[in-house]
């Protein structure tokens, strides 16, 4: 029986072709991928990330009031003059920001909206959040089969006998 070596030089070409294609597909949406993760965030996502924390602290603004007012309340006899630099605006060992986001919420976030939105948007700005979760999932499900294809084609060839190209590399 004569075997034809052109056939298999062929076959073999057209096989370490598919797994150099399917390896650069792997490594360019791997690429992608981390750049998209990486990616500065748009001003509007920073804006927007840091009108929610006044939002938090807006809510969390009755709570810090009545804890600020129990402190002060609870001692009836201390005289105003002794209070004098010794106000707890807050409870120990925080910030005057967290009762300033409170209580001047809404003037904090126009002033944020104002401030940020004079600013230039980055050049290196990456996709909005609300689309980078899309794109993310369009690059993992590449990678996803890229590695599914390179993982049959695998199996096709060590159940041949076959020695997997650069076996010892990846």
């Known amino acids: ?10 076959g073999l070409a057209d ?13 360019t949406a791997r690429r992608q991928r981390e750049e998209l993760a990486a990616a500065p965030l748009p001003k509007a996502d920073v804006l927007a990330l840091m009108e929610g924390e006044v939002d938090r602290w807006i809510a969390q603004g009755p709570t810090l009031l009545e804890k600020t007012f129990a402190a002060i309340a ?6 105003a003059a ?4 010794h106000l ?3 409870p120990s060992g925080t910030d ?3 009762l300033l986001s409170a ?19 980055s050049p290196a700005a ?9 794109g993310l999932a369009d690059l993992d499900s590449v990678i996803e089969g890229a590695e599914g294809e390179l993982a049959t084609l695998r199996a096709q060839v060590t159940g041949s006998g076959l020695r997997w190209p650069a076996a010892g590399l990846y």
Do not use: C, F, Y
Not at 1 to 10: E, H, S
Not at 82 to 85: D, R
Not at 103 to 121: D, Q, R, S, V
């Open 96 to 98: 005057l920001g967290p």
């Open 126 to 134: 990456g996709l909005p959040w609300s689309e980078r979760a899309g």
């Open 15 to 27: 096989l370490d072709r598919q797994v150099r294609d399917l390896r650069r597909t792997l490594e």
């Open 74 to 79: 609870s001692r009836p006899g201390k005289q």
């Open 82 to 85: 002794e209070w004098h630099g």
């Open 1 to 10: 029986m004569a075997i034809d070596l052109k056939a298999v030089t062929a």
């Open 103 to 121: 209580l001047l919420g809404t003037e904090l976030k126009a002033g944020l909206a104002t401030a940020i939105n004079a600013m230039p948007e």
């Open 88 to 90: 707890p605006i807050l």
